[in-house]
């Protein structure tokens, strides 16, 4: 669930138009519908299911079929439909900051980006019915999420506590979750859940890193996010310190149950993500990029590296 931010207030005019310009060249190459979907985020949470998937502690090559459908509920479906919906309830921002996309633009006529949000839906809990009791329930926790993220009532994207814990939650835990259901068609282990969660805990840290290159723009838009609430320093320190702390109970949790090797790559992993937490707080805004390529992986990693060591505690208990 991509947050919708605008930089208008501070961007000359010529360089707004000339950006427009370019990304509706951009736009052109590509279906309205698709880009509506944005392929591009489909990503984070298709890591995390694979996260998921390796966890569970099954065989995957006899289950290419519930991988590849859970690759496809994480990410065009689910994903998708939080993107649909954001940027349908957006269309009236969008419509100023960023006329070229498919909706404000009239590649999408009338609603037909709310039915193509509505449908994608449905679809969504059709293919997660087909997947297992569990998956479905986790989508259905997910596409709750996406909806209340941008619509009314709830519209949690205009406050930052609310918003970063809910993309946070679909992005990371829910997909892992999914992956590990889908495999063992069953609860997932209490272990797998509780990465799960600690995971999805860490990501609202870095959602955070999305919301200091708007911050005039979304303190003008009423959207409340952390560096709008607390300040940049603040806020950075704050989102270090939330993408920090769950990994600790990680590290935890690996040593706790025998995987010293683990553990021991896992604080390696958040040592380096420690260094760059260090440069990035020296500029919040303007070395937001440079932590997303550098702490964000190393995050990211650490995940994967979970997920093996799970694998290896379940896989001799699976039947």
């Not at 892992?176 to 063992?184: D, I, N, V």
Request: charged share 15%; aromatic share 10%; net charge positive.
């Amino acid at each position: 669930m991509l947050r919708q931010r605008t930089m208008a207030s501070v961007v000359p005019a010529e360089a707004r138009t000339l950006s427009k310009a370019r990304r509706g060249a951009g736009s052109r190459r590509m279906p309205a519908a698709l880009e509506l979907l944005k392929p591009v985020t489909w990503f984070a949470p298709m890591w995390a299911l694979a996260c998921g998937v390796v966890s569970s502690g099954v065989p995957t090559l006899e289950h290419w079929g519930l991988i590849l459908g859970s690759i496809v509920l994480a990410g065009p479906l689910v994903c998708g439909t939080s993107q649909a919906a954001n940027d349908w309830f957006d269309r009236h921002v969008d419509a100023i900051n960023e006329p070229q996309r498919p909706i404000p633009s009239g590649r999408m006529p009338g609603r037909s980006g709310l039915y193509l949000a509505i449908g994608w839906t449905v679809l969504s809990l059709v293919v997660a019915g087909v997947l297992g009791l569990w998956v479905f329930l986790a989508a259905c926790l997910g596409i709750a999420l996406a909806w209340a993220y941008s619509a009314p009532p709830f519209r949690l994207k205009l406050n930052g506590w609310w918003g970063c814990s809910a993309v946070g939650l679909c992005y990371e835990g829910l997909p892992w979750f999914t992956g590990a259901a889908a495999l063992s068609q069953r609860l997932p282990d209490a272990r797998i859940v509780t990465l799960a969660f600690l995971y999805s805990a860490g990501a609202f840290g870095i959602m955070v890193l999305n919301d200091f290159k708007a911050i005039e723009g979304d303190s003008a838009l009423g959207i409340r996010t952390l560096p709008v609430q607390l300040g940049v320093r603040r806020a950075a320190l704050t989102a270090c310190a939330v993408m920090a702390v769950p990994q600790l109970g990680v590290i935890a949790l690996l040593a706790l149950n025998a995987r010293p090797y683990e553990a021991l790559a896992v604080s390696v992993l958040l040592l380096l993500q420690l260094v760059f937490m260090r440069s990035w707080v020296r500029d919040p805004r303007g070395r937001a990029p440079f932590y997303n390529m550098t702490g964000v992986s190393s995050y990211v990693t650490g995940m994967m590296v979970s997920a093996f060591a799970m694998r290896a505690l379940l896989s001799v208990h699976t039947p």
